[in-house]
Structures are given as structure tokens and as C-alpha cells.
């Protein structure tokens, strides 16, 4: 059985390593990307290698939402967590976004919310 495949991609160093290792620690395979632009081309070359995305908001070379708009015009059906550490970005995602995890966030919140995501994607009606 393969492992699920998860992309994380932050610009914070510190969030992005802890992240990945929460994730490893919960049983998932990792890709960890601090650009956005280098998380959207190894996105490109395998987007059926990644089960879900998990991208901070705010990031220098392309915020959160639009990569989650490139990375959906390639896999629509790709499930997608947005991360935000700024008081309000937390309560709503864009139409794109299937969750909102407010940083900093605990182990049991990002797992709450990684698998309430994935199994919502795995009852989702097929298009």
C-alpha cells in the first residue's frame, strides 16, 4: 500500500521543517517546498504523485491562493489546506480552499485537518 503523498509548502524555514516532520511523525510522505514557483513546477511534472497540498497564505513569490489556482487549473480535484498566521485569514479560505488551519497549529490540528480533508475527498461525488 503506498503512503498518502503530501505537498507542504511555506517560506518560514522553522514552519516548513516542523511541519514535514508532524506529517512524517503521522504516517505521511512528504515534499516540502520554501518557493512557491519550485513547489508549482514539481507539482507539473508528477500532478497525480500528490494526494493533498498544504500552502501558507502569504509567501513572496506567489501567495497561497494563487498557487492553489495553478495547482487546481492542472488537478481540479486536488485537495488543498491553506495555512495562515494572521488573526482573521483563519476564519475563510477562497472557494478553492478546502480548509483553513490558523498557525501556529499542533500536531492533532494539522492531523484533525489533513484527514478530515482527505476523507472528505474520498466522498466527493466524481465530476
Known amino acids: 500500500m503506498t503512503k ?7 517560506d518560514e524555514p522553522a514552519v516548513l521543517s516542523i511541519s514535514g ?16 514557483i519550485d513547489a508549482l513546477a514539481s ?8 494526494d493533498l497540498v ?8 506567489m501567495t ?3 498557487l492553489t489556482g495553478r495547482i487546481l487549473q492542472i488537478q481540479p480535484e486536488m485537495p488543498v ?4 498566521g494572521r488573526d482573521g485569514d483563519g476564519k475563510a479560505g477562497n472557494k478553492q480552499t478546502h480548509r483553513v488551519l ?8 494539522l ?3 489533513v484527514r478530515k480533508t482527505l476523507d472528505e475527498q474520498l466522498l466527493a461525488p466524481s465530476a
Open 111 to 113: 492531523e484533525d485537518a
Open 64 to 66: 497561497g491562493e494563487e
Open 81 to 84: 489546506i491553506l495555512c495562515s
Open 102 to 109: 490558523r498557525k501556529p497549529f499542533r500536531i492533532r490540528e
Open 54 to 61: 498544504i500552502t501558507d497564505r502569504t509567501m513572496p513569490s
Open 43 to 50: 507539482f507539473e511534472r508528477d500532478p497525480e504523485g500528490f
Open 4 to 10: 498518502t503523498r503530501i505537498m507542504v509548502v511555506d
Open 21 to 36: 516532520q508532524m506529517l512524517e511523525r503521522l504516517g505521511y510522505e512528504v515534499e516540502i517546498h520554501s518557493c512557491a
